[in-house]
């Protein structure tokens, strides 16, 4: 019973897995479609392979909207973790007055409906001449995942010991001796798992881009929404940009899934 269990726990695992996948494998799958064949209903199971998508995509720049996506999103995350990350430290390790206060006006912030203060963020950009920036977009990134990072990590600080602290006080380190030489060390997969999460929402982050960047600063999510068109979708370009758009968040979850594991479960998902 044991085993017959075992296996079709094993068997619904895969199932689930590629429910999961495959509206990716399928977008993958159209990108080598023409036109025609990407629109056919019932689908096309059998199509002679292209990459005629692939490359006019590629003419059309855009290698120019990857670029900007990969800056932004690099910039906003390493900024969100600077602030982020001694700030859930503080908040867990650290005596702070109303911690709950201020963990919940943290939080509170991503309460706010992102169509509710497009408005005044246009016309504050606006007026400091930031529109059509990459500077807007990390900022705005970058202050989008703060409060992610401090309540993720900060269910990460709190399951490290504090008399591990206090022992490094005892040998002679300073606060910040601990913080970076012991502590960070200790919550590392929780580090890599936040981090890899706050790239992947700065990644695919579509309405302030949209809204904020036109030419100079699109990213990619604004250079897909460029192949809905008056005159139709056009699914097989679409689909071919989408592939190049989601292939490095694979590649990064490949290599990270350990960190990535083992990061979700130390306690990030804890309340």
Same mark, same amino acid.
């Given at each position: 019973?044991?085993?017959?269990?075992?296996?079709?726990?094993?068997?619904?695992?895969?199932?689930?897995?590629?429910?999961?996948?495959?509206?990716?494998?399928?977008?993958?799958?159209?990108?080598?479609?023409?036109?025609?064949?990407?629109?056919?209903?019932?689908?096309?199971?059998?199509?002679?392979?292209?990459?005629?998508?692939?490359?006019?995509?590629?003419?059309?720049?855009?290698?120019?909207?990857?670029?900007?996506?990969?800056?932004?999103?690099?910039?906003?995350?390493?900024?969100?973790?600077?602030?982020?990350?001694? %700030?859930?430290?503080?908040?867990?390790?650290?005596?702070?007055?109303?911690?709950?206060?201020?963990?919940?006006?943290?939080?509170?912030?991503?309460?706010?409906?992102?169509?509710?203060?497009?408005?005044?963020?246009?016309?504050?950009?606006?007026?400091?001449?930031?529109?059509?920036?990459?500077?807007?977009?990390?900022?705005?990134?970058?202050?989008?995942?703060?409060?992610?990072?401090?309540?993720?990590?900060?269910?990460?600080?709190?399951?490290?010991?504090?008399?591990?602290?206090?022992?490094?006080?005892?040998?002679? %380190?300073?606060?910040?001796?601990?913080?970076?030489?012991?502590?960070?060390?200790?919550?590392?997969?929780?580090?890599?798992?936040?981090?890899?999460?706050?790239?992947?929402?700065?990644?695919?982050?579509?309405?302030?881009?949209?809204?904020?960047?036109?030419?100079?600063?699109?990213?990619?999510?604004?250079?897909?929404?460029?192949?809905?068109?008056?005159?139709?979708?056009?699914?097989?370009?679409?689909?071919?940009?989408?592939?190049?758009?989601?292939?490095?968040?694979?590649?990064?979850?490949?290599?990270?899934?350990?960190?990535?594991?083992?990061?979700?479960?130390?306690?990030?998902?804890?309340?």
């Amino acid at each position: 019973m044991k085993k017959i269990t075992s296996g079709g726990l094993t068997l619904l695992t895969y199932v689930i897995a590629i429910l999961f996948f495959f509206p990716i494998l399928w977008i993958f799958i159209t990108g080598f479609k023409t036109e025609s064949e990407a629109i056919n209903i019932p689908p096309s199971l059998f199509f002679k392979p292209s990459l005629e998508n692939f490359q006019i995509v590629w003419e059309a720049g855009i290698g120019g909207f990857f670029a900007n996506s990969v800056f932004v999103t690099l910039a906003s995350t390493v900024i969100a973790l600077l602030l982020g990350v001694p %700030a859930a430290y503080a908040l867990a390790l650290l005596k702070v007055k109303h911690k709950d206060d201020i963990l919940f006006w943290i939080i509170s912030t991503r309460f706010l409906p992102i169509a509710g203060i497009i408005i005044p963020l246009y016309l504050l950009f606006k007026n400091v001449n930031l529109l059509d920036s990459l500077l807007a977009l990390i900022l705005l990134y970058a202050g989008m995942n703060i409060p992610l990072i401090i309540w993720m990590m900060r269910s990460f600080f709190n399951d490290v010991s504090f008399e591990i602290i206090e022992a490094t006080q005892v040998d002679g %380190a300073s606060g910040l001796q601990a913080f970076f030489q012991v502590v960070l060390l200790l919550v590392r997969p929780g580090l890599v798992s936040t981090a890899l999460l706050s790239m992947v929402f700065a990644w695919n982050e579509f309405f302030f881009a949209v809204s904020l960047s036109y030419t100079n600063a699109a990213t990619l999510p604004v250079y897909m929404a460029s192949y809905m068109t008056q005159e139709g979708l056009f699914w097989a370009k679409m689909s071919a940009a989408a592939s190049i758009s989601i292939l490095p968040v694979i590649i990064l979850g490949w290599f990270t899934q350990r960190q990535l594991v083992r990061g979700l479960t130390m306690g990030a998902v804890k309340g």
